[in-house]
């Protein structure tokens, strides 16, 4: 064989070899979707009263000056029509992804005398139906948000017979198997594996939300406390990485200053977790807040040991709650990978609601892709932690600003974020500890954490809220490391693929080097004799 056969060989053992490593990198990195907040009104009406959340007062009057929107209304939770909207589009987007997490909150705001469990029951099972007849064989992880038990807010943690409601008439064991509704059925929280090596926990987070009073003066409400500790333990034990999903997050609502979600009692205990067991604990997923945001979680030395993303929801609803606003109906696509769990990059996607309502062909856009308007290299905790750094500087005021038009998903991309508006986001995005918020926000947090304010003040202006009477408002490892450019995880599987390819191919070239000098230090007749068979 001569050397230009050999060179031949060489480049396609070289393409065959990056094919193999890029194959490689396209099988470790998976997607899933993250949908929530649906708060399905059946009572939605084309001609209801936007100040009655759209519904008709009575049957006798309509509204016909003023026909409001197919998909919805910015003063209103969502109809069927967006529910479905929302959940064929992400059967169109991305209908082969791994697993569907769905974050809780199914039912109206309305007040708790137009509703029964029953009722509650039926708007449950509207929503889960449409997803399972959506996606028929998809693992989809549900949890339950603070709506979602009748009366609201008022979630079960010793009478246990509402969870099994859930399961049976509103469809939840269709996507819950045995193993999973053994726990679920005696307070509301299951485990699973998604993968070898990567457990799901899924909590029932509004046991501990301000708002139950019945869990006001218990411990540990439905035991979930003590069963989280004994599985995580497990899972260290194991090797496993565990992603925590829940719909109410612990922490500070980040739009309205000092509002705490979880009791302090059960906030401390929820953060010793986090801390504790932050080498197992990988990824954390939430909703509730009906804004696009996320929280860093710092051990008590001050170093970032966690993350949470926070995901917008589908209805558009205008809280009650002053300063919380109202948002465009949202989607999440999350790419992970497969082999370590770790979330490398979302895209949100958003309903632009006004337009959608006056162009019958108005569709489902991409907001952003996270890697991309940050300028990082991946989601990790360490991304994380430098995004808010980022937003604390001046330099970082135009993207600090990107971020405030995203947190209220588009609805007012030049929403107005003044002084104080920006020290409420950076310490709620900075401190799940509501005694560091609470300094942050004041000016004396400890110099290990990023201080309150240090850029230039811009100028949010909260949206303004409805005049709606029913106020049921909405009121979410690694070890210690430095910030610094994340990297790609396929990334390592390209530069080890091309590393090994050159070691290879130097090889083969000083061998055939070595040879040819060989050759043509022999004698012409030895040369001659080799073409004689």
């Not at 069963?227 to 992603?243: A, F, G, H, I």
Request: proline share 6%.
């Amino acid at each position: 064989m001569d050397l230009k056969m050999w060179y031949m060989y060489t480049a396609i053992f070289f393409v065959e070899l990056l094919a193999e490593n890029g194959a490689r990198a396209s099988i470790s990195e998976g997607t899933f979707w993250q949908v929530t907040d649906f708060h399905y009104d059946s009572l939605y009406s084309v001609s209801g009263d936007p100040t009655k959340l759209c519904h008709k007062v009575k049957a006798t009057i309509t509204n016909t000056s003023n026909t409001l929107g197919k998909l919805g209304d910015y003063k209103c939770d969502s109809p069927l029509a967006l529910v479905n909207s929302a959940v064929e589009t992400m059967k169109k987007l991305k209908a082969d992804a791994d697993f569907i997490l769905w974050t809780g909150d199914n039912v109206p705001h309305v007040k708790d005398s137009e509703l029964s469990e029953t009722k509650v029951l039926n708007l449950m099972k509207t929503v889960t139906d449409a997803i399972r007849v959506t996606f028929p064989n998809a693992s989809v992880y549900p949890v339950f948000g603070n709506h979602d038990p009748y009366p609201s807010n008022q979630m079960p943690y010793k009478q246990f017979e509402y969870y099994k409601r859930v399961a049976n008439y509103s469809h939840w064991n269709k996507f819950l198997s045995a193993d999973m509704l053994k726990t679920f059925l005696k307070g509301g929280y299951y485990t699973t594996m998604i993968k070898f090596g990567l457990r799901l926990v899924a909590l029932n987070t509004p046991l501990y939300y301000t708002s139950d009073k019945l869990t006001a003066n218990v411990t540990d409400p439905a035991g979930q406390f003590n069963w989280l500790r004994s599985l995580l333990k497990r899972s260290r034990k194991n090797k496993e990485k565990v992603y925590l999903v829940g719909h109410v997050p612990p922490g500070t609502f980040v739009r309205v200053r000092g509002f705490h979600w979880f009791y302090p009692k059960f906030n401390d205990l929820y953060l010793k977790f986090l801390q504790s067991y932050h080498d197992v604990i990988i990824n954390q997923f939430y909703g509730h807040e009906h804004t696009d945001s996320f929280r860093i979680v710092h051990d008590n030395k001050g170093t970032t040991i966690g993350s949470m993303f926070l995901s917008p929801s589908v209805t558009p609803w205008n809280s009650t709650l002053v300063g919380a606003g109202y948002n465009n109906p949202s989607i999440r696509l999350y790419t992970y990978n497969r082999d370590t769990g770790q979330v490398t990059d979302y895209i949100q996607y958003y309903l632009n609601l006004s337009e959608a309502n006056a162009n019958p062909n108005a569709t489902w856009k991409v907001e952003y892709q996270f890697t991309k308007v940050y300028g990082l290299g991946d989601a990790s905790i360490g991304s994380m932690e430098k995004l808010v750094e980022i937003f604390n500087s001046t330099a970082g005021a135009k993207l600090f600003q990107k971020y405030i038009g995203f947190n209220g998903v588009n609805v007012d991309p030049q929403a107005k974020c003044d002084e104080q508006c920006h020290i409420n986001h950076i310490c709620g995005l900075s401190h799940v500890n509501y005694t560091l918020y609470d300094n942050c926000v004041k000016g004396k947090g400890p110099p290990t954490h990023p201080t309150p304010h240090t850029g230039k003040p811009l100028t949010h202006r909260p949206h303004k809220p409805t005049d709606n009477p029913h106020d049921k408002t909405t009121d979410h490892h690694h070890h210690p490391h430095k910030p610094r450019h994340s990297f790609p995880h396929y990334m390592y599987y390209i530069i080890g693929g091309l590393s090994g390819t050159v070691i290879i191919l130097f090889i083969i070239i000083a061998f055939l080097c070595l040879r040819q000098r060989r050759l043509l230090g022999q004698p012409r007749y030895i040369k001659s004799s080799l073409t004689i068979n």
